[in-house]
């Protein structure tokens, strides 16, 4: 028993050692520095003087103070790199405003949503006088002139018609129908010059039935006229994503709304970055850039577009934007509810005021 006993007291010593080393190696894990995957995104992420900063840079840090842990930034270049290493496991979460769709949703986990967006559009603001001149030379400002004037020489040539070697008003030839398109051009505006009437009766059943016309027909077709003159922006012919197949459309490359140009059918120019898009805007080489909202206003603000460039007032879809983590992560459902606490504390409300 004695021996037993002895024999018992180093074994015990050995596995409290074990269980000690065991129990100090899942507290270390639990303080496992966090590798935090960012791309730039302003406002919501953007480095300045060496700084890591934005709105999502904010709500990660109010989240991370009940958190407690130790974290560390992985940047990437591009929103597919960073996609691609989310969903590889490179990084533990991405707190970039990343908009959740049912694609990404297969190979990653998102969080609950923490900033709801908006896909909108950017266009030139154009002088009022410009807008003008442009619908003047437009091609709904022609052919409702042309339909107007071919109205207006078919009854012109009616009573010319019936008018012809009877009225000597109404002469032969070429001429003559000169005269019947005066005369059809007076009656209809009711100018009433009264150079030139028609005298027999075949004549003044068209005159009569022509002057009625005219009020109902000049009041429609002066209407269209008007209305390519009328100084309108290109948004106001915007209400969903297909309105926009008749423009040039401009996006940020291999982004949740390229894809919805592509799958709504509307063809459009790729481009790097938002800057490069809004340069392409601004040169005149696109009508429309459609991207974020938010990120459309920071980018129009702080690139000086204020006087060439202006946000549509127009929601084309609703984005909700959210952290990422690898498929599976337990660190997805820790940080839900602690998430979910920080969007409704009066910190995030005061930097969503900013």
Not at 12 to 15: G, T
């Given at each position: 028993m004695k021996i037993f006993k002895l024999l018992l007291i180093p074994l015990?010593?050995?596995?409290s050692t074990v269980g000690f080393s065991q129990e100090a190696d899942s507290l270390n894990s639990k303080k496992q520095t966090i590798k935090v995957g960012i791309k730039p995104a302003p406002p919501f992420v953007y480095e300045e003087q060496g700084t890591i900063q934005g709105l999502s840079v904010e709500l990660w840090q109010l989240v991370?103070?009940?958190?407690?842990?130790e974290y560390e930034y992985v940047k990437y270049e591009t929103i597919d790199e960073l996609i691609d290493a989310t969903a590889n496991g490179e990084v533990d979460l991405s707190i970039n405003p990343v908009t959740v769709t049912s694609q990404r949703m297969q190979k990653l986990d998102f969080s609950q949503p923490y900033y709801i967006s908006s896909t909108t559009l950017a266009q030139r603001d154009e002088n009022e006088m410009?807008?003008?001149i442009k619908n003047l030379f437009s091609a709904d400002f022609f052919s409702a002139t042309l339909v107007l004037v071919v109205v207006i020489f078919i009854f012109g040539l009616?009573?010319?018609?019936?008018?012809?070697g009877k009225n000597e008003e109404f002469r032969k030839g070429s001429k003559g129908i000169g005269d019947g398109f005066w005369w059809s051009a007076v009656t209809?505006?009711?100018v009433g010059y009264g150079d030139k009437a028609p005298r027999t009766f075949g004549g003044r059943i068209i005159g009569f039935i022509w002057m009625f016309a005219a009020i109902i027909l000049i009041s429609g077709l002066t209407?269209?006229?008007?209305?390519?003159?009328?100084?309108?922006?290109?948004?106001a012919q915007i209400q969903n994503f297909s309105d926009l197949k008749k423009f040039s459309v401009g996006t940020v490359k291999n982004t949740s709304t390229s894809k919805t140009l592509t799958q709504n059918g509307v063809s459009f120019e790729e481009y790097a970055n938002v800057e490069s898009g809004l340069e392409a805007l601004k040169n005149d080489e696109l009508d429309f850039f459609v991207y974020d909202k938010?990120?459309?206003?920071h980018f129009i603000k702080t690139n000086g577009y204020n006087d060439e460039l202006v946000i549509v007032d127009k929601t084309l879809k609703t984005d909700y934007y959210s952290f990422m983590f690898p498929k599976g992560s337990e660190l997805r459902s820790t940080l839900d509810p602690i998430i979910v606490e920080q969007i409704k504390s009066p910190q995030w409300e005061v930097e969503m005021a900013k």
């Open positions: 015990l010593a050995i596995f991370d103070g009940q958190l407690g842990s410009l807008k003008m009616l009573i010319w018609v019936f008018e012809k209809m505006t009711t209407a269209s006229i008007a209305s390519s003159l009328t100084v309108q922006s290109l948004d938010p990120i459309l206003n």
